[in-house]
């Protein structure tokens, strides 16, 4: 069964504060994505990667860096949280033939409160 | 600018019945389309897709539809069941750009027991 995990459901940071969120696939997939949900914006893709040390800036980038030291981990780092970034951050990866069937596999989602 | 958008944040519907959920995109390069289901506390699970060569595609009780010169797609639910009932996202990309999903912003749907 495949799996996309991540590693905290629920964290809540004070502002300034470093965040690693981390997410670990068992698929051998080389696509891994990070989104944020927030009511009425759907999903936003902040970074996604298609090869170890590779990354590539989605659509709302601001605030935030990743890191892909081995295939099957991609994590979103969050320099200095601030309110804004309080949101839900899922991940997700791919193998590049599912991207033509649009087959992303998704964690269970870290719930971020930054105060 | 929102390219995918689901103008219904919320559809309620007896169970049996049909469910219609809809979805409008502005971008016409966007030449793959997608829906997925949400059920609170989990990840977006891939529901069903369609191409643009298409105008159809069936998979059990849900059916996709795309209309391309009115840059619109529904997913039809028959027969509705109350396990139904999630947040469903559509979400399309184009093909030279295939890592780049855009996703609307969900309608939640609740089916009526």
């Known amino acids: 069964d495949v799996k996309v995990t991540q590693s905290s459901r629920y964290l809540v940071k004070r502002t300034g504060e470093k965040v690693f969120l981390e997410c670990v696939q068992d698929m051998d997939h080389e696509n891994m994505f990070w989104y944020r949900q927030d009511p009425g914006l759907g999903l936003r893709l902040i970074y996604f990667s298609y090869d170890v040390k590779m990354k590539e800036k989605g659509d709302i980038p601001e605030g935030y860096s990743v890191s892909r030291e081995k295939k099957e981990r991609f994590s979103l780092i969050l320099e200095s949280a601030s309110t804004n970034q309080t949101s839900m951050y899922l991940c997700a990866s791919s193998s590049p033939g599912q991207m033509n069937t649009g087959e992303l596999f998704f964690g269970e989602g870290s719930r971020l409160t930054v105060l | 600018d929102q390219q995918v958008k689901q103008n219904s944040p919320s559809l309620s519907v007896q169970e049996g019945r049909i469910s219609i959920l809809n979805c409008d995109y502005t971008?016409?390069?966007?030449?793959?389309f997608l829906w997925y289901k949400k059920y609170p506390a989990e990840g977006p699970t891939f529901l069903i897709s369609?191409?643009?060569?298409?105008d159809k595609n069936e998979d059990g009780r849900f059916t996709v539809f795309l209309n391309k010169s009115a840059k619109h797609l529904s997913l039809h639910i028959v027969p509705s069941q109350p396990g139904d009932s999630a947040v469903y996202f559509c979400?399309?990309?184009?093909?030279?750009?295939?890592?780049?999903?855009?996703f609307g912003t969900g309608t939640r749907l609740k089916v009526l027991a």
């Open positions: 369609i191409s643009s060569i298409k």
């Open positions: 979400a399309a990309s184009a093909r030279s750009g295939t890592y780049k999903y855009i």
């Open positions: 971008n016409s390069m966007f030449d793959y």
